[in-house]
């Protein structure tokens, strides 16, 4: 009985002062386990005369079950502190921003081709494609302006001269396309109508200044099929404007225009508020030109290998950077090509914000502002 008095508070004490879960199983195991010193007290129970065995046995059972209340509480008293050191260890603050912090940033002329390619996208436009240096039976001949066409002289032309042991020829001469009108003919001579592309890219002239850099972006726009009216048109770039301004009530008005590869042509202008130190679109008495459209001439259809007795349709061409300026408040065209990543990191989007007609364009949360 001694013993037991004994064994019992060295093994209350070894509890209390166990540090881990680990070393307090192994204390539990070392006395009640299946060779443990209190299971070894009770197989010595049988050898000995029944007084002693019944008292000895209840001793033995009250032990028992004050080793296992103790056991018990300091295992509560450990799990405790391990999960205490575990959230101590794992603190995470949610007000942090997200680390490591993205770098990179979306250019904004390239979210510009994300949000036209998702709003023609969803009418049914498909992407086409041309290349950057151009003939010009491409680039103008085709599209009604044949040389010492006046319209020409309406675009500063830059001239490939691909072979300097030759004479230059500037009616032959490859150019830097400096429209995306081409891509109308290249589909035409790939497809039969119906049609329905977009195409949007680099294009090239002689000019600079705030608003003009020799290098700038369209999108192209082309529909051919049988019964393509002027009200498609409108319906068409209407829509687009609504969707791209992201304004249901944005004013528009067609104003008569020229073209060489549209007839009748017209120019779309959007209602805005300009004041020295602010452009407002939507607002305001007055109108801005957004982009020059028109009806298909006979002509570059039958350039294009389509018959315009039996086909019709519509086109239109925008300015790409003009846009992203009114859409994102970018006053200077210039910074656009200068790649300084500081400008970047300000008119930039996040890569992960995808621009789509149903999770948003660009009012998504997307804008790194
Ligand atoms: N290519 C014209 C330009 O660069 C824009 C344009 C106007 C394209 C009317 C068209 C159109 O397809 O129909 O100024």
Redesign the pocket.
């Known amino acids: 009985m001694e013993n037991l008095d004994n064994l019992k508070s060295e093994v209350l004490k070894n509890i209390q002062a166990s540090a881990d879960l680990k070393g307090l199983d192994e204390i539990r195991v070392s006395i009640l386990g299946k060779k443990g010193q209190l299971t070894e007290m009770m197989k010595g129970l049988g050898a000995l005369p029944l007084e002693e065995k019944i008292a000895m046995g209840k001793g033995l059972n009250i032990v028992k079950s004050e080793i296992e209340q103790a056991l018990e509480a300091q295992k509560k008293i450990l799990e405790e502190k391990a999960l205490n050191e575990k959230l101590a260890n794992e603190t995470i603050d949610v007000t942090l921003p997200v680390r490591p912090e993205t770098q990179g940033r979306i250019h904004p002329i390239s979210k510009i081709y994300e949000e036209v390619a998702a709003i023609f996208g969803e009418m049914g436009f498909d992407v086409a494609d041309g290349p950057d240096i151009e003939d010009q039976f491409h680039n103008f001949n085709a ?1 009604n302006m044949p040389n010492n066409h006046p319209a020409r002289q ?2 500063d032309t830059f001239y490939i001269n691909d072979n300097p042991e030759k004479p230059f020829d500037m009616d032959t001469a490859y150019v830097i396309r ?4 081409g891509v ?1 003919i290249r589909t035409m001579e790939k497809q039969q109508p119906p049609i329905r592309i977009i195409a949007l890219g680099r ?1 090239y002239r002689s000019d600079y200044d705030a608003t003009h850099t020799p290098m700038f972006h ?1 999108v ?3 529909i051919i099929d049988k019964n393509i009216t002027m009200a498609h048109l409108k319906g068409c770039l209407n829509n687009f404007m609504k969707a791209f301004f992201e304004l249901d009530d944005l004013p528009m008005r067609y104003r008569p ?1 020229y ?1 060489p ?2 007839e009748p ?1 017209a ?1 779309l202008d959007i209602g805005c508020k300009v004041t020295k130190t602010e452009l407002k679109i939507g607002a305001g008495t007055d109108w801005m030109e957004i ?4 009806m ?1 001439h006979p002509s570059v259809l039958r350039a294009g290998g389509i018959d315009p007795d039996e086909y019709q349709g ?6 790409l950077d003009r846009i992203a300026m009114l859409k994102y408040g970018i006053p200077d065209l210039r910074l656009f090509f200068e790649s300084d990543v500081r400008w970047l990191k300000h008119y930039g989007f996040t890569p992960l914000d995808i621009s789509s007609m149903t999770g948003g364009l660009s009012d998504n949360g997307g804008l790194a502002r």
């Open positions: 599209l309406m675009q400096t429209q995306t009108s109308q294009t369209q192209e726009g082309l225009s073209f590869f549209t042509s120019e982009l020059g459209c028109g298909v519509f086109a239109f061409g925008m300015g």
